[in-house]
């Protein structure tokens, strides 16, 4: 027998180990399902493949050679591993184990309404082996990664309805309209500020396209600039040639150094609702499904923040 075991071999193996254990063929015959000559068959051919004598079987009875009885015990010990193996892989696919990737909007750190990390800290400490990893970017290629499976679900702003994918709102982004120092509505009176003359501005926009965002119900004109990350809107609106819309926590920084200023709160705002995001399918692993039901849980409204 080669010292790598096939699967004839395991086969040959625990035919061998039953008929030990009933004390011959007869006896294994009707707990094998199968004939005494194919009994027989088998162990001829278990021991050409070893290539020694394992038991005695004639008149005299049934009874195992010294080889025999060394092959039946280390047999035990290998069937007894596999069978523990099988067991461990089974209650695996039951277990939070393995790695999970959420794909994460950029810059919503700075919502106290968003609690990730309180779901994190939940995660992390589960007691088994459960990665987690964190990937920030523009919704665009958050969605794109999400519809081509490289990641089990994402955090992102609710766009129109899949089929495919499902969205859970997890809060609530308030958008409002600002200029930086230096533009002339900084300093100008509110009460002079004209939606004909906001129309007529220069702003930043967003890369990605969105119904959420009403650009065109404000502005006359195409983009004057263009940024996919949240970061990159606030630096042109602060250069003091551009006003745009920025969640009202991230700018809350700026507009407290008196960098940026609010234009028109009431009357220019719209509200976006951040969601998570998966893909519909009929299971989920249970650490995809731990991962989701726990950031889920901390975004309840009636979860104490």
């Known amino acids: 027998m080669n010292t790598k075991l096939s699967d004839i ?4 193996l625990r035919i061998y180990c039953t008929i030990v254990e009933c004390g011959g063929f007869t006896q294994a ?3 094998l399902n199968l004939s005494r000559s194919t009994v027989s068959t088998h162990m001829s051919n278990l021991e050409t493949r ?43 696919k039951e277990r939070i184990v393995g790695e999970i990737t959420i794909g994460v ?9 968003f609690n990730l990390k309180l779901a994190i800290n939940d995660i992390l400490n589960v007691p088994e082996d459960l990665r987690v990893v964190l990937e920030i970017s523009p919704p665009d290629k958050i969605e794109q990664k999400l519809l081509r499976g490289k990641i089990e679900m994402a955090i992102l702003p609710q766009t129109k309805p899949r089929k495919e994918v499902s969205q859970k709102p997890l809060f609530i982004e308030k958008q409002l309209l600002y200029c930086g120092k230096g533009h002339p509505l900084f300093n ?13 501005q220069s702003y930043v926009r967003r890369g990605f396209v ?23 809107l606030a630096h042109f609106i602060l250069s003091g040639i551009c006003v745009g819309f920025l969640p009202e926590r991230y700018a809350k920084h700026w507009v407290t150094n ?36 726990t950031i889920l849980q901390f975004h309840s409204t009636n979860h104490s923040h």
């Open 29 to 31: 015959q009707s707990e």
């Open 210 to 232: 969105s119904d959420l965002i009403p650009y065109s119900s404000f502005f006359k004109n195409p983009a004057h600039a263009v940024s996919q990350q949240m970061e990159g």
């Open 105 to 113: 909007l950029d810059n919503l750190i700075t919502n106290n309404d």
């Open 50 to 92: 070893l290539g020694f004598k394992l038991c005695n079987r004639g008149r005299a009875g049934f009874s195992l050679t010294a080889r025999g009885q060394y092959v039946y015990d280390a047999s035990k010990k290998m069937l007894q591993s596999i069978g523990e193996y099988h067991t461990q892989i089974s209650q695996l």
């Open 188 to 200: 100008m009176k509110h009460s002079d500020i004209t939606d004909e003359l906001i129309s007529e």
């Open 258 to 293: 008196s960098e940026m200023q609010v234009i028109k709160a009431a009357q220019y705002q719209f509200d976006v609702p951040i969601c998570l995001s998966r893909l519909e399918h009929p299971t989920y692993r249970p650490a995809a499904a731990y991962v989701y039901n």
């Open 9 to 12: 071999d395991i086969k040959l």
